[in-house]
């Protein structure tokens, strides 16, 4: 039986937005190992049908002698597994997980870089220096028979791929059957939910501040922050900052949040402000197949689910009074919101499921496996 190992920094994050991948792997055939740092989430991954191999990596650390160490570690983990195949997921596992197949011996390789984070986010000297530093590692530790899995069309450019070693799919995919649209609430006041780990990149200090703007001008506005701050992430908001937000009028923070789904049936519209580095929100996906209008802002990732006026509205990154300006708009325009809710729904379906994102990859996997090693 031919084998798969999937490389990830986190048991959460695979079994939060990957278990579609494995159990693409497994309708090949495929034997299926996940090597990752286990906290909590084992058993989910176990329930698709993998063995879960344990495997301690700092996420934080950018000492090359650190991640050499891990590079090493995971090598040898892949030398004992000796898979036909190897999946990293995120930059970090490209680049440990790349590093070791080279040790390891190991040319089939498939690469998810899931966006392309802090450095894709800026526009500055170094953003343009870490970016062109990140395409000579990533070139490095890539073969004639390397595969990339891309979240949008920006990361292929940004990292400097041939578009034929590249498959678009439609980030993780969503269950349509498992987030549904529920009826909108009544309203005003317009209920705004941005469900997200609460992290300055995904610009949720613009959303608190776009609320307050709206409110000063009359609108009827509120918002419920879901998620915590990562603290693997230097990029976290603090908690007091978070308890600080809720002390204002209209703002709440609910904490981490088991039930995205739940937490968008309550809400009229769905925000993502992020600063840029997306590959393709999750959170967007869960929201759009939820029926809600989403608002959000023109980086790389969310302009690829919406389209401004189509299934939301589409504002710069950074510009907290376009984003109030939005907000009052939307909150004073309900058939509006009905629309766009629907037709991001719509959009959901054409492409972005978790069956078409399962597709995509198992074309890719027997593709690879076919050309033989």
């Known amino acids: 039986m031919a084998r798969i190992a999937f490389i990830v920094t986190e048991d959460w994050f695979f079994a939060s937005h990957f278990l579609p991948m494995a159990r693409a792997a497994r ?54 597994l000796r898979p036909d195949l190897v999946h990293c997921i995120a ?29 894709g986010a800026r526009p500055d000297l170094v953003g343009r220096a870490g970016r062109a530093a990140l395409r000579g590692l990533v070139a490095a530790v ?38 549904t649209p529920a009826p909108l609430p009544s309203g005003p006041p ?21 609320v307050g703007l709206a409110r000063a001008q009359g609108a009827e506005v509120t918002l419920d922050l879901y998620g915590a701050p990562d603290p693997s992430n230097p990029r976290a908001i603090p908690e007091t ?23 968008y049936a309550a809400a009229h519209l769905a925000c993502l402000p992020s600063r840029g580095g997306e590959g393709l929100p999750r959170t967007l996906l869960e929201a759009a197949a939820c029926g809600r209008a989403i608002l959000t802002t023109d980086v790389s990732g969310c302009r690829r689910l919406v389209r401004d006026g189509q299934e939301g509205v589409v ?25 766009l809710g629907a037709a991001a729904r719509a959009r959901v379906l054409d492409g972005f499921t978790e069956r078409a994102v399962m597709d995509a990859v198992k074309g890719v996997y027997a593709a690879m496996l076919a050309e033989g090693p």
């Open 315 to 339: 504002v710069q990154p950074d510009d907290a009074p376009a984003l109030a300006a939005a907000l009052v708009a939307l909150a004073r325009d309900p058939a509006r919101r009905a629309t």
């Open 190 to 210: 317009l209920r705004v939910a941005v469900v997200s780990r609460m992290l300055w990149s995904k610009g949720i200090d613009l959303a608190v501040e776009a």
């Open 91 to 119: 930059l970090r596992s490209i680049l440990v997980g790349g590093a070791a197949c080279l040790l390891a011996g190991i040319p089939r390789r498939v690469y998810a870089p899931t966006g392309l984070g802090y450095l």
């Open 27 to 80: 309708e090949l055939g495929l034997a299926v190992d996940v090597v990752t740092r286990v906290r909590d989430h084992a058993a989910a991954i176990e329930e698709a049908g993998a063995r879960v191999v344990p495997l301690e990596a700092e996420r934080r650390s950018l000492n090359p002698m650190a991640a050499g160490d891990a590079a090493g570690r995971t090598a040898a983990t892949l030398k004992a």
């Open 142 to 179: 890539s073969t004639s028979q390397t595969r990339f899995l891309l979240e949008n069309q920006e990361d292929g450019r940004g990292l400097n791929l041939d578009p034929g070693r590249i498959t678009l799919v439609g980030g993780a995919g969503i269950d349509p059957d498992r987030f």
């Open 241 to 263: 900052t978070l308890r600080s937000w809720a002390e204002r009028p209209g703002i709440a923070w609910h904490g981490r949040t088991t039930d995205p789904a739940g937490a």
